[in-house]
């Protein structure tokens, strides 16, 4: 009796020490996996696949970037306004490849920036070209903000 009393004791010691080994494993991961959400989230609304987020999101950052640049030179504004915005698409896919790196990965690995910047640019660059071509196909229609009547 005094035997299984012993072992019942023991078992339940080491789940408690189990228990407190997977508490201090675990938080680091579970802020791991907020950040990359919160990081996948703010990566979306910044990307091109978030329809509804120009005039929210990138559009002012666009014309912000291109108010500093008009600052230099007052024509700046327009050019470099559609590279504020061709950049805030980019930030916005590479921040959704680390938030989602960070929630699916399991095991730490290191992470390749050039290697991350570069599918960032190709990718927002191919769908940049891709609604070139939609517009240009007729698929796409525009608005017509310069007509002048």
Do not use: H
Not at 32 to 37: A, F, M, Q, T
Not at 92 to 113: T, W, Y
């Amino acid at each position: 009796m005094e035997s299984i009393q012993k072992v019942s004791q023991e078992l339940s010691t080491a789940s408690e020490q189990l228990g407190k080994i997977a508490q201090v494993q675990l938080k680091p991961d579970i802020w791991k996996k907020i950040r990359g959400g919160f990081l996948f989230v703010l990566g979306y609304l910044l990307s091109p696949l978030c329809w509804w987020n120009d005039l929210l999101f990138n559009l002012p950052i666009a014309y912000f970037f291109g108010y500093l640049c008009s600052l230099l030179s007052p024509k700046l504004l327009v050019p470099c306004s559609i590279i504020g915005y061709w950049l805030s698409n980019i930030v916005g896919i590479l921040l959704m490849q680390m938030g989602s790196a960070d929630v699916f990965q399991k095991e730490p690995k290191e992470r390749n920036l050039k290697k991350e910047l570069l599918t960032g640019l190709v990718s927002s660059t191919v769908f940049t070209l891709v609604i070139i071509l939609l517009i240009q196909l007729n698929i796409l229609d525009t608005p017509d903000l310069f007509t002048n009547g």
